[in-house]
Structures are given as C-alpha cells and as structure tokens.
C-alpha cells in the first residue's frame, strides 16, 4: 500500500520533477563561484562551473542544479555553466508568492543582469524550461540560443492521465515523500526545511492551473531547440505540434537545405521524462547545437566526445 502512494505522488510530481541517475549527485563538482543575487524581492541562489560562453542551465521541479550529474559535468567541459535554484527550490528560499513561470523568467533577466551576463544560452528541463521559455519570451535579446528539453507549451501537452494525478499534489503527501531523495535533497540545503509541505502546496496550485504559450511560441526570434525521450511523458504528437509553431518540420528541407529551419527537434531513443535530465547522451546532443554547428545552411559537424 506504502509503495503504490509512493508510486502515485512521483508520479504526480513528475510534471516537473525527475529524480536524478543513481550517482549523479555524487558526481557533480563543487562550484567555481556561488552565492545570492537578489530580483524582485527574491534571493536567487546562483553556482559557476567551468569557464567559456555561459549557459544557463535550470533544472527540473523539485529539485537543483545537481539533478543534471553527468549532463553538468560534460557541459561545464565546455561552458561557463550558471546554475540557479528557481523560486522556492533548493537554496532559494520559498515566500509568499506563487510558483510562475512568468515571474520567475522575469526574474532571471534581473539575476543575468546582476551578474553581468550580456546575453546567455540557455537550457532548461521541465518546469525548468518553461521558465527558461518565459525568459527568452520576456528577454529576446539576452538568450542567444534556447534549448528546451522535456517541455510542452501548453497543459495539453501532457498525457492525460497524469492531470488528475498532478493536480491533486498538496502538502498533505510531504510526510509520505520524508525517505526519498525528493525530500532528503531539498531538506539538506534549503533556508527552512520545514516549508517542504508548503512548496508542495505552491506546486499543486501551480500545476493545476491551465496554460497555453502558442502565442509566444511564434515570438522566439533566436534559434531552438526541443529535445524528449521517446518515452517522455509529453505526448508525441505534442512534440511534433512544437516544432511546426517554431516552423520546423512543414516541408522538406531540401537538397541544399535551403528550406531547413533553425530549430531542431531530437527525440532521444529509450528514455523518460524521469531520466532523461541525467542522461549522458543529453550533453552530446545539445552540445553541437549550442556550438552553432548545427546550422540551417551547412551539415553538422562531428558529435563531441
């Protein structure tokens, strides 16, 4: 009985949480440079690895930067990786405003600035990308490259069975979720532990709200890319439904590729929206796309190692 609740309340919160690899949070370094930057009455916790172009890196519900493990890792080889504890996660501490994407993006144009970041790629999974979503919406001139994994555009964008499910997330579950990693990574860093149950009831609220961002879709000018597992909890025809706003994948490309778009779309073989954010194979397919390798008018290049 005890495992069949445990086994709903992850799914439940699967919206925006993905439980790290086994390992992954052994497996990430400390960072080169930390601490708060304060936007919008919020004091946003912030970690640099690595040096190079900077990457905004935001990680799923739920959880921290340290959800990425490896992915972390490889990026940090080759960027200036910023990572930030959204809203009410991790380090940054929970107060009286609502879990919103809207805010939060706008927010993170303020922490960018403070940090002087002049313009910034940028990668999220989950609700970490959606807010990265809102951030390149609000701020299309400081993200130069937008890299959205496991993210839909609108609610419908989810299989429906997990609607119900996510909608009946509240705080009530937080004794049930004290021996799982959920519970134990955010109590081992955030500010008041004890407002664990009330983040629960902000995120229930949050995913029971309907959303829709087609509209903003048509707005991103710089170049995107979405990227599932073929066993993501969004649906696939949703996918496909994305890319065709972003204006990829209307037509054939062409034998010179003088129809190709400069959004890409990658649907990761044998992964879930539960693993997908650790998966090594992560780094090395949105690598070459933040390199600019792969471009509209010439082929990519070779994969980094």
Not at 68 to 90: N, Q, S, T, W
Not at 233 to 257: K, Q
Not at 277 to 301: H, I, R
Request: hydrophobic share 45%; net charge neutral.
């Amino acid at each position: 009985m005890l495992r069949s609740r445990l086994v709903f309340i992850a799914s439940a919160l699967a919206i925006c949480a993905a439980p790290p690899a086994a390992g992954a949070q052994q497996s990430v370094a400390k960072p080169d440079t930390s601490g708060y930057v304060a936007a919008n009455g919020v004091n946003y916790w912030f970690e640099i690895r690595g040096t190079g172009e900077p990457l905004l890196l935001l990680h799923g519900g739920l959880y921290t930067t340290d959800m990425f493990g490896p992915v972390l890792a490889k990026l940090a080889e080759h960027r200036r990786v910023i990572g930030i504890h959204l809203y009410g996660h991790g380090r940054t501490a929970l107060g009286t405003r609502k879990i919103s994407p809207v805010d939060m993006g706008r927010d993170l144009g303020i922490v960018l600035q403070k940090l002087g970041v002049r313009q910034v790629d940028v990668m999220g999974h989950s609700l970490g990308g959606s807010v990265a979503f809102q951030l390149a919406v609000q701020y299309p001139a400081l993200v130069r490259r937008l890299v959205l994994v496991s993210t839909p555009y609108a609610q419908n964008g989810w299989f429906s069975e997990m609607l119900a499910q996510q909608a009946a997330v509240s705080g009530a579950m937080a004794d049930a979720l004290k021996d799982t990693p959920m519970y134990k990574s955010y109590a081992a860093v955030a500010p008041r532990p004890q407002d664990f149950p009330r983040l629960l009831d902000a995120m229930g609220e949050f995913m029971r709200q309907p959303y829709d961002w087609s509209a903003s879709v048509k707005q991103l000018t710089m170049p995107v890319m979405l990227v599932y597992g073929d066993g993501d909890m969004v649906r696939p025809e949703h996918m496909v439904s994305f890319y065709h706003l972003l204006g990829g994948g209307l037509r054939d490309a062409g034998w010179m590729r003088e129809h190709m778009s400069k959004n890409r779309l990658a649907i990761l073989p044998n992964l879930t929206h539960y693993e997908i954010g650790a998966a090594p194979v992560l780094a090395t397919t949105v690598l070459p796309f933040l390199d600019g390798e792969y471009s509209a008018k010439s082929p990519p290049g070779e994969l980094h190692n």
